[in-house]
């Protein structure tokens, strides 16, 4: 490759950038209803599923962030009625776009070919048994099968029913879908039914679904490394590099010399370096889960804030709290709280404030406070 000349960006360019592309620098930039739910999974190209609910769980919250006017009823609206939306594995379980369905056939396709590591030990009369329902009767819960013996846990979040693993294991193969969701109750669906399909769309080849792992990260983080946008994927890396070398030989990417960054190397659309100005007035609770927190190490890179998931860490070794919500104000994560959502009560509980950075603190306590009231609406809302 030619070396081609860096821009030398940074951390404020490069949090100013990332925020952008995060759509953290406007009030409602997708603007409200079941649309803008579809919309903003689009753009960030996928939304983390998590089953922790000691406050709204992440997908909600994700959502909520950038989205004033969200509610609940906005997702199964896109994922059960417009179907604009599904479930399947990224880095983790999350909402996608239908519009890129056909980029994680090749998955859905390696799975049914080589089975699952976490569902190796399902039987093939238990998925024949569970297919044969949902074609028969429609989709079902785990629920409706009431006729399964237990079995031992294989792992801490195996199921003991073996008819729950053989509806995961289908799902992963792509001849289940997950057609709606209620709370974490997942009701399963034949693909092609609950979309409607004669046939399911054209898979993408391996290039294709490279290109699309570089596009929704340049879409979505603004700056992109290879750790960002292959993130829990390191086989994927050698490819995603040679697509990034040759669009810098096309001037279609420049390579950016993030401050701090050392010999990690950046890389960003030259049109997305000319974003405007920086946000102000802007207040994020962010959850732990959110794209802008998820991959740990750039967080840090860019935000000097390192932090820490200590749900399973014991009580007295944690130092932000079980479950602590990063706070952004501005251009700067200035406080990590842990909250807690007492339903019964209807109260949102503070369990722990600890601050981040210099900043001065008196107003940034009022600011984030007004937030925390609109915040607590929102996770008590029906």
């Not at 406050?55 to 609940?72: G, K, Q």
């Not at 569902?119 to 998925?127: E, I, N, T």
């Not at 013996?149 to 997950?178: C, M, N």
Request: positive net charge; aromatic residues 10%.
């Amino acid at each position: 490759m030619t070396a081609s000349k860096s821009v030398s960006l940074t951390k404020a360019q490069a949090r100013h950038v990332w925020l952008h592309a995060q759509r953290l620098d406007a009030a409602a930039p997708f603007g409200d209803g079941p649309q803008a739910t579809a919309s903003a999974v689009e753009h960030l190209g996928y939304v983390q599923i998590d089953t922790i609910n000691v406050i709204e769980r992440c997908h909600h919250h994700i959502l909520w962030t950038r989205i004033p006017e969200y509610r609940r009823a906005d997702l199964r609206q896109a994922q059960s009625v417009d179907r604009s939306v599904f479930e399947y594995w990224t880095h983790a379980l999350s909402y996608v776009p239908t519009k890129d369905f056909r980029f994680f056939i090749p998955d859905m396709k390696f799975h049914r070919r080589e089975g699952h590591k976490w569902f190796a030990s399902v039987a093939p009369a238990d998925l024949r048994k569970v297919l044969r329902l949902i074609r028969k009767d429609g989709a079902l819960t785990i629920r409706d099968i009431e006729d399964d013996v237990l079995v031992d846990k294989e792992h801490l979040w195996a199921s003991r029913k073996p008819s729950k693993r053989a509806l995961q294991l289908a799902f992963y193969t792509g001849v289940l879908t997950i057609s709606e969701r209620n709370g974490m109750l997942k009701t399963y669906e034949l693909m092609h039914r609950h979309f409607g399909w004669d046939k399911p769309p054209k898979p993408a080849s391996a290039k294709e679904v490279s290109n699309y792992r570089l596009d929704r990260a340049l879409r979505a983080q603004g700056i992109v490394s290879l750790d960002s946008i292959c993130h829990l994927d390191a086989p994927s890396k050698p490819q995603v590099r040679r697509l990034i070398d040759a669009r810098v030989r096309r001037k279609e990417l420049v390579a950016a010399a993030l401050e701090g960054a050392g010999k990690q190397e950046h890389w960003a659309r030259p049109e997305t370096l000319e974003a405007g100005d920086p946000a102000s007035e802007m207040v994020h609770i962010l959850s732990p889960f959110d794209p802008l927190i998820i991959q740990r190490k750039r967080t840090e890179l860019f935000f000097g804030y390192d932090h820490r998931f200590e749900a399973y860490v014991p009580k007295q070794k944690r130092r932000f709290g079980y479950f602590a919500l990063p706070v952004l104000v501005d251009n700067d994560i200035v406080a990590a709280i842990d909250l807690k959502t007492d339903r019964k009560r209807r109260e949102l509980l503070m369990q722990k404030w600890t601050w981040i950075g210099n900043r001065p603190r008196s107003d940034l306590k009022r600011r984030i406070e007004q937030e925390l009231h609109r915040f607590e609406r929102f996770q008590l809302a029906d």
